[in-house]
């Protein structure tokens, strides 16, 4: 009896170093295993952007990841260019908007009044880099030999590609393109009809050479649970079709994925169903969906959307922002369920980071428009978090660096890219007396961060704007300092 005990002693010792092994080496064990940070936490890694973006697209070139994306607005009609972040690092971010599509450029007699959504880019095989957008519920395509531009219709008639509705009453929305290892390229793409209806459809079509045209009808590719924004990923051979399903403005919204034989399916739904949904962990992760995949050093990450953790201040309750997490497979090439993080699960190459001499110092704002937006969230760098000032005509925040110090570079990111901010950057060494580091109160150019690069030593910095017209209120996600 006592040799049977011991033997029952020894078996339970090594069935507990064994799953701890497990533990520290299983990618998908260390899934569940995972402790997040609060929505607020200083140097949270998601959102991955300093702005609401939804719909994100991403690609690598020569040492430099874009981020293409949905510029979120209060009105989608409203949405009338496309912005685009970069970054050389995958943390400090910096955002242009391009010269096409605009919704100007991109009119035409069969579309709706609605905004640019949803970029697709892509490397062809010639070298060039293609776009796919929706612009008034129509896909339209781009053509440019740089990730920035400058951009083109790749159409000779510069008319979109896909008119709204043209095959088979499907919204026309969401395009992807995918490129095979034969060089053959597809465009998938579709929705329901009424946002109040999550039983989309998904078609898809060979692209001609050209990338900008095809022969023949798009055939319906829709697979189990799809209501929109289609992305192809293939590994090991097999295709794998991601997309949404549930309602977009709220919880339901998640991933799934389908894998098949060939580019049009048959589909068979994964067994982990769905593979991102919202994270009830403090009721802040919410509404995750729309995703891209960027595979960098053998790993996989996925890239989607979520609503503005902070969704009880003013204007920001459904507004988006672009988040990434990493995306594991299971021995069988099956997907695992992926843990929406505050945290977030993202490399940060480590070479190209700099010390940004701002990061939790003091601050002091004339005023905070609510405790939900407070000054301290300035230099936090945690792009959920932002400052938003009162209510008077120039609202100001000013960062104390307990010391002087040396700064060559003020980055400002404000709170709507797609605009063009008044501000004033100013410097002084005891918080009374200041010298004008730059005056952008005639400012017209739009993007993120507003960057001052010149040369001077201070203990204190100001940045000032005034309350302008509609969203441009006196917002800033973060201030940098180098």
Known sequence: MKIQKIFIYLLLLFAIKTLNAQSADNPILRNWTHHDSKYNDPQNGNPVLPGYYADPTIIEDKGVFYIYATSDLTSWDAITKLGVWSSSDLKNWKCQYLNWPTKAQCVSNTGRPDGIWAPSVIKGTNGKFYLYVTVGREISVGVAE?????????????????????YYYVETIDAECFIDDDGQAYLYWGSSDSGLDIEGRCLALKLNADMASFNGSPVDVTPPHYFEAPYMLKRNGVYYLMYSWGHTWDKTYQVRYATGDTPFGPWKEGMVRPILVANETGGRITSTGHNTILKLDGKYYIVYHRFNTLNDYNISAKLRQVCADELTFNPDGSIQHVIATNKGRWPVLKSHERKNLAFEAKVQSSSDLSTCCKASYVNDENNGTLWIGGKSAMEWITLDLEEKQSISEVDVYPEF??????????????????????????????????????AFKAQFIRVSMPNLEGLRRPAIWEIKLY
């Not at 008639?157 to 709204?164: F, G």
């Not at 005056?439 to 961060?449: H, L, R, T, Y």
């Open 146 to 166: 740089t990730p920035t531009g400058p951009w083109r219709n790749a159409r000779s008639d510069n008319q979109p590609l896909i008119r709204h509705k043209e």
């Open 417 to 454: 890219p797609i605009y063009a901010y008044k501000y004033k950057i100013e410097f002084s060494d005891n918080g009374k007396t200041w010298t004008m580091l730059k005056d952008g109160m005639d400012n017209i150019e739009n993007g993120s961060p507003i960057v001052i690069k010149k």
